[in-house]
């Protein structure tokens, strides 16, 4: 069980959970269920050890951090509106990035997918969080202009990433949480310079 509190839901009908290994089945019937992020982003759906891969991955070696977290937002039915994963401290104190975050299809469209974020924003700020920071696939518009309404900026694209079928360019996006400037975060950060690492 992850030693950061999971906060509540920001939205009444859905209860946010700790997924792990017993979770796995459910998560992965909700990467079946919406296949839209797969097919943007890896040119295939999820694989049937998806889920598996998403809840027990490892963190690159490397890569300080302190804890990956993956939560659920479970309806009332037992199965889930959304996923996220979310680690804290990454290459620095206080740089919460979010790995993924899937909201199910039907549910687009209405405001939930904001709510959903602020509730990872506030619960991150709780905790000490002065950055956000994530990466979106380039050409994936939705998301894009998704993430720009949050508040995010890029700070540099990496080019050449393998994701399933397609190689892609990922965009690096960072939000400050207490009004620091990019130049600071990137002093913190340095492997997101655009001549990085």
Known sequence: MPTVALPAS??????????????????????????AYFWAVHGE???????????H?????????GEKLVIGYQQPDGALAAMATVITDLFAP???HIGLFI?????HGNGEARRLHDGIQQWAED?????????????NQRAERFWASCGYRQVRVR???TMGQRTNAVRVLVKPL?????????SLVPRDRPDGD
């Open 10 to 35: 920001p939205v009444p009908a859905l209860r946010l959970i700790h997924l792990g290994d017993a979770e796995v089945p459910l998560l992965q019937r909700f990467f079946d269920d919406n296949p």
């Open 45 to 55: 759906p999820a694989l049937p050890n998806e889920a598996h891969e998403e809840v």
């Open 57 to 65: 991955g490892a963190v690159p070696a490397g890569f300080s951090h």
């Open 94 to 96: 206080r740089v919460w």
């Open 103 to 107: 909201v199910a299809t039907p549910r």
């Open 127 to 139: 905790h000490g969080a002065l950055w956000l920071r994530l990466g979106v696939v380039q050409g």
């Open 159 to 161: 080019e050449g990433m």
């Open 178 to 186: 207490a009004g620091g400037t990019q130049e600071a975060y990137l």
